[in-house]
């Protein structure tokens, strides 16, 4: 079970980026999956999730409105449309898979397999 994470880099206070997970090994479609960030000196914490289906999400209050998670489980990928960035949102994305789960979650714990990250850095 392997999840790839991209589409990091610098972006503009204002800007966009857009970030992939590619899932291998396993049913993607088994699994919820979801994005956390991890900022320099703190802790990790949760960004959104995608239901199995893609129907459902859930986002954290810091992002909602801004940022838009899907997935595409005939490609075996996730994404995350980041938008109207802010220096706030730098920090190391993490995708992260939980099995068998109705809806979604936030609890990190929940979460089985991660990727290995990828860098945002939004600068002014």
């Known amino acids: 079970v392997q999840l790839q994470a991209s589409g990091g880099g610098l972006a503009q206070v204002g800007g966009s980026l857009r970030l992939s997970c590619a899932a291998s090994?396993?049913?993607?479609?088994?699994?919820?999956m979801g994005w956390f960030r991890q900022a320099p000196g703190k802790v990790r914490e949760f960004v959104a999730a995608v239901s199995r289906t893609g129907v459902n999400t859930r986002y954290s209050e810091s992002v909602r409105g801004r940022f838009t998670i899907s997935r595409d489980n005939a490609k075996n990928e996730m994404y995350m449309e980041m938008n109207n960035l802010e220096p706030e949102d730098t920090a190391v994305y993490y995708c992260a898979a939980a099995p068998g789960i109705a809806g979604t979650t936030s609890q990190e714990h929940m979460y089985n397999t991660w990727g290995q990250g990828t860098q945002v850095t939004v600068s002014s």
């Open positions: 090994g396993y049913d993607f479609s088994y699994y919820v």
